[in-house]
Each structure stands twice: as structure tokens, then as C-alpha cells.
């Protein structure tokens, strides 16, 4: 039995790596659990909390929210990445004189200490 | 426990260097981190580089501060023509099959 963190680099644009992530936490055996899926590079673009997906579609933001809730892991976006994405938080909007918050609030902006604790708390780290 | 991780650069440098601020925050708490160069991430060793932005950092100096930071496995596969930093290693494939084997990879 393991516990695993999954750690997105690529957008969420331009290939299918969140939706093979996506099934990977859906297909996991009973017993294994995820404790963070970790949103780097360009994958912070997930946690734009202003997606509109055409009509009948879901967002890739909402999927992972909803298997967050569902599995009850944390999604956390590497900070630097996503404040020069323009995707921040309240707390961060307020400390650069920003004009809005751009991520959705149930995703958190963490330094990269979070996936190097992965790795020293014995997670399996995946990346997709 | 720390671990050794290999991080695999197969993209050329970016205006941020996001791969090598992975592989840096990693070494600052105190994993094992060799960074293997290959393809076009071969591009972060060409000689002669400036940063990608203004006031961006310029990815041949942070190659060379690597080992400042605890990182002192740096390797080039297959490089070919381009005259190495004198702190990165020409391996093969079988050179690091062992690394593949046995150590948590990152690819950027």
C-alpha cells in the first residue's frame, strides 16, 4: 500500500496528461492514497479559477476539484510559478497591490518544500 | 530520508529556468539531485548564453553554481559538438541506465 503524490508539469491546454492523471487517481486499488496532486511549471494554469469550458463541458480545474473532495487529497500550486502566471491568491493579491485573485481558493499556493517533503515523508512521486 | 533524485532537462532553457529552480529547491533540502541533459535540453550548455529576459538569470552562470548548492552530478547525453561547462560530465545511455533503474526521475 502507498501513498502517492502526483506532480503535473505540463498545461492542461495542450495534451492529456491532467485526464491520464485523472484516471490514474480513479483507477487507484483500495488501500493506496494520494496525499497532494502538485500543480509546477505550467500546470498552475489549472488553477485559473475563472475557466469557462464551452458549454457542456467540464473544466479540468473542476474534475480535480471534484476528485480532491472525492479521494480527499490537497491540490497545491508551486507559488512562483503561478504569481508570474498571473494566477494568485487573495493573501498575494494584496501583498503586490494586484488587482483580483485569479485562483480558485480551494487550490493553495505552497513553495516547492512541499514536493521535497513528499519525497522525504517516503510518497511515491509521480509525474504526469 | 533523502532521496536520490535524477531530473531529466529535455527542454531548452526558458525565460524563468523553472527546471533548474526544481532541481535547486530539491538540493536545499539535502536530496541527492544529478541532472542529466539531453536533446534539445541540451541548448542550457552552449557556451556564450545570456538570460532569456531582462534581469532574468542567465542559464550558463546557474549551471556553473550548481555545485554551490550541493548539486555536483551534472551530465550531457550524446552532446555532441558543444564544448561542455567544465563542471558537466559526456555520459551514454548505459552510463545512466543505473540512475533510470533506481532513482525517482523528473523530466522537464
Given amino acids: 500500500m502507498a501513498t502517492y503524490t502526483l506532480l503535473l508539469t505540463h498545461s492542461p491546454f495542450n495534451d492529456s496528461r ?79 497591490g494586484l488587482p483580483v485573485a485569479t485562483i480558485d481558493e480551494r487550490i493553495s499556493l505552497v513553495g516547492l518544500g512541499d514536493i521535497a517533503e513528499a519525497y522525504i515523508n517516503g510518497d511515491k512521486v509521480l509525474q504526469f | 530520508m533523502s532521496k536520490q533524485l535524477l531530473i531529466i532537462i ?18 536545499a ?43 555536483e552530478s551534472i551530465s550531457a547525453l550524446n552532446p555532441g559538438p558543444i564544448a561542455l561547462p567544465d563542471n558537466t560530465t559526456e555520459v551514454s545511455q548505459p552510463d545512466i541506465q543505473h540512475w533510470l533503474d533506481n532513482y525517482d526521475t523528473v523530466t522537464f
Fill in chain 1, 18 to 96: 491532467h485526464q491520464l492523471a485523472q484516471r490514474f487517481v480513479e483507477a487507484l486499488p483500495e488501500g493506496n492514497s494520494i496525499r497532494q496532486v502538485f500543480l509546477y511549471s505550467e500546470a498552475v494554469m489549472v488553477a485559473n479559477g475563472s475557466q469557462q469550458p464551452p458549454q457542456g463541458q467540464e473544466s479540468t480545474i473542476d474534475r480535480w476539484l471534484q476528485l480532491a473532495g472525492q479521494f480527499n487529497f490537497s491540490l497545491h500550486a508551486c507559488i512562483a510559478n503561478s504569481l508570474r502566471r498571473g494566477i494568485t491568491n487573495s493573501s498575494e493579491q494584496a501583498r503586490y
Fill in chain 2, 29 to 71: 533540502f539535502d536530496h541527492d539531485v544529478n541532472i542529466v541533459f539531453c536533446g534539445d535540453g541540451l541548448f542550457w550548455l552552449q557556451p556564450g548564453q545570456t538570460a532569456r529576459k531582462p534581469g532574468g538569470k542567465n542559464p550558463q552562470k546557474l549551471i556553473k553554481a550548481l555545485p554551490m548548492y550541493g548539486i
Fill in chain 2, 10 to 27: 529535455t527542454t531548452p532553457p526558458t525565460p524563468d529556468c523553472e527546471a533548474l529552480e526544481f532541481a535547486l529547491a530539491m538540493a
